[in-house]
């Protein structure tokens, strides 16, 4: 892996790192500044190594997949609980729903839907965690909650199918969170505490320490709103825990463990308000891993543990009884991944991998009144697959890449996922490139075996993608661009006959579309960077934009660093079906940091300072303006 490095003054090292942190962040295929809180090294190795697009790490630059990456300190900035909410403004095409201030709830009515290029914010979008799989084992969607900035080293956006290295739900696209690390011997331990509107309070204490071939991240949160209707408050707690060994210099064992709970109130829709519509959530994860890493070869073996309890009251409307029933579900997801990478030729590199799940749950009603129990559904399955990925450099100028996944599921049998592209070197730093990708999703036990429409003959949802991108680094890397042309085709796609009603396959995707970036480093003060998308679906998706534009700057001197932005949104479907809703909206962001000391900061945040009125699902109009200020310290 190769790193360019930029020498810079003691007083302005920090300040040069987070400036090209945000170029990164805002170009296509490029990873921020990797460095450590205290900025104490006198220079930084820019690296373009990215992660999510090989299972290793790889230079951006080879990889015909468009990747962004959001770094450590712009999550940090954001002052943000959830990634979530930094991701949306810094991804072109990529858009989260939001019913409120903080929190996203699950079931009905729940917020935090992801939708990537049009495609569905439901089980077409698949989030990573240190490369494994992370959703629920039987509705097959992400848990938004779970996905908290107290984890995040990075965060690497795929755009665009990654079925060949990830299966089944990342036909739509691949969020990968990389978590915290301890870069150099020593400790370092942060808190932070702020309180704003709606009642709203946040905390966070993290700790990394290394001690020669030993490293540890410990780190803890709790979060709590009134919300900005009655019953609609919210409140979250977890810690996360992660322990390495270097055995070597080419050895590496690491472990780690996260969970958290929340409890949300969702008061539903405004013509149709409920009461006592409350979910009580608790998510885990565990993982373990062994990783290599030599000359010519390298490659990991993992296994994985996520798991679910899930209590949620479905409320009631005004007139009717409470729910005499609890909803409860209890799911989990098991499993081993191992690849290893050579190189058998000059300028290649085979990847080689394996990858094993067992997922399922089962769910029940408990009877308010005796207790008694009211068996569900229960129901497991498997997936099994291997593949393999070939990258070969022609020259200076050329990088072909190729792959396979052959994937079997115990339902719905093999699939065969082919994915090739290409990378052209052009002078000037410039690189154009070219992809061909196949995603598919399995059905989920949901839409199989649970509740009415369940249809246990579903197939695979299938979806060819072409894509064609243009980046470029001009002013000696001040100037970072890029554009992306799509097309996207996918049949066999789950829809809802109202008239059974029943899941069956018979929808289509056809959506094309253009996504734009661009971060310009004016002086060591200013930075400017903005992402612009736009999609055409023939069948609108809830929860997708036609157009989202993000235009933000940053700046800082002295104990002083803001930064502001605003995002437009168009033709944003906040109902589909018979009665389809969309909604456009402008927000203005604004974020400010005063360091009062080394050792400690005050900062304040302001979000929809326009006070806008608009809503992401229909009925959940969203809070105007809304504010929060408080304190971090570092020791």
């Known amino acids: 892996m190769k790193h360019r490095y930029l020498p810079v003054r003691p007083a302005a090292r920090c300040l040069a790192v987070a400036l090209l942190s945000g170029a990164a962040a805002a170009a296509p295929g490029t990873l921020a500044a990797q460095t450590d809180t205290a900025c104490a090294e006198k220079s930084y190795a820019i690296s373009e190594a990215v992660v999510t697009g090989t299972r290793g790490a790889v230079s951006a630059r080879d990889l015909p997949t468009t990747v962004t990456v959001v770094g450590r300190r712009q999550l940090e900035e954001s002052h943000e609980a959830s990634v979530l909410p930094t991701l949306t403004r810094q991804v072109p095409g990529l858009f989260v729903t939001s019913r409120g201030l903080m929190g996203y709830g699950v079931s009905t009515g729940a917020a935090g ?72 011997d020593g400790a370092a331990t942060t808190a932070h505490v702020s309180g704003g509107s709606y009642g709203t309070l946040q905390a966070e204490a993290a700790s990394r320490l290394r001690r020669g071939r030993f490293s540890s991240v410990v780190t803890a949160n709790y979060g709590r709103s009134d919300g900005h209707r009655s019953d609609m408050a919210f409140e979250q707690y977890g810690g996360y825990a992660k322990l390495a060994y270097d055995f070597s210099s080419a050895w590496r064992l690491w472990g780690d463990v996260n969970v958290t709970h929340f409890n949300s109130s969702n008061p539903g829709p405004v013509s149709a308000p409920l009461t006592d519509n409350d979910s009580r959530v608790t998510r885990g994860m565990a993982s373990v891993m062994l990783e290599n890493h030599y000359g010519r070869t390298s490659g990991a073996v993992s296994l994985f543990y996520n798991w679910g309890r899930h209590k949620i009251n479905d409320g009631y409307a005004a007139g009717e009884e409470p729910q005499a029933t609890r909803f409860h579900s209890r799911d989990y997801m098991a499993g081993v991944s191992l690849y290893q990478s050579f190189v058998p030729l000059r300028g290649g590199r085979l990847t080689l991998g ?91 036990i949901r839409e199989m075996y649970m509740f009415r429409p369940a249809n246990a003959d579903l197939r695979a949802e299938r979806l060819v993608s072409y894509e064609l991108s243009f980046t470029q ?38 959506n094309y579309g253009l996504e734009a970036s661009v971060g310009w480093n004016l002086s060591s003060r200013w930075h400017l960077n903005a992402n612009y998308s736009w999609t055409h679906m023939e069948n609108p998706v809830l929860g997708a934009p036609e157009h989202k534009l993000y235009v933000g700057a940053d700046y800082r001197h002295g104990r002083w660093s803001a930064s502001t932005g605003m995002q437009y949104v168009r033709g944003l479907y906040t109902a589909v079906g018979a009665a389809p809703q969309t909604d456009s909206f402008l927000l203005w962001d604004a974020r400010a940091d005063y360091h009062l000391a080394r050792r400690a900061t005050l900062f304040a945040r302001a979000d929809n300072l326009l006070a806008q009125r608009y809503e992401s699902l229909a009925g959940y109009p969203m809070p105007r303006a809304t504010f929060q200020g408080g304190v971090a310290l570092s020791f």
């Open 113 to 184: 839907g992801m939708s990537m290029r049009g495609l569905s914010s439901g089980a077409q979008m698949l989030v990573l965690i240190d490369g494994h799989p992370q959703y629920m084992g039987l509705f097959g969607h992400p848990i938004a909650d779970a996905y908290q900035t107290m984890l995040a080293e990075r965060v690497e956006v795929l755009r665009g199918p990654a079925s060949v290295l990830y299966g089944s739900n990342a036909m739509g696209g691949v969020i990968n969170i990389v978590t915290r690390r301890m870069p150099h």
């Open 354 to 444: 394996f990858d094993y799940q067992h997922f399922g749950g089962e769910t029940w009603n408990r009877v308010v009144a005796t207790g008694a129990r009211e068996p569900g559904v229960e129901k497991k399955q498997d997936e099994l697959a291997g593949y393999v990925d070939y990258r070969q450099h022609l020259g200076r100028w050329l990088t072909l890449d190729a792959g396979l996944r052959v994937d079997h599921h115990s339902h719905t049998g093999t699939e065969f996922v082919p994915q090739g592209g290409l990378a052209l070197h052009l002078p000037r730093q410039a690189e154009l490139k070219a992809m061909v990708s196949k995603g598919f999703r399995n059905p989920t």
């Open 473 to 510: 680094r001009q002013l000696d890397g001040a100037l970072t661009y890029g554009l992306n042309l799509y097309y996207i085709d996918g049949e066999n796609i789950i829809e809802l006959d109202p008239s059974g009603p029943r899941y069956f396959n018979s929808g289509a995707v056809e």
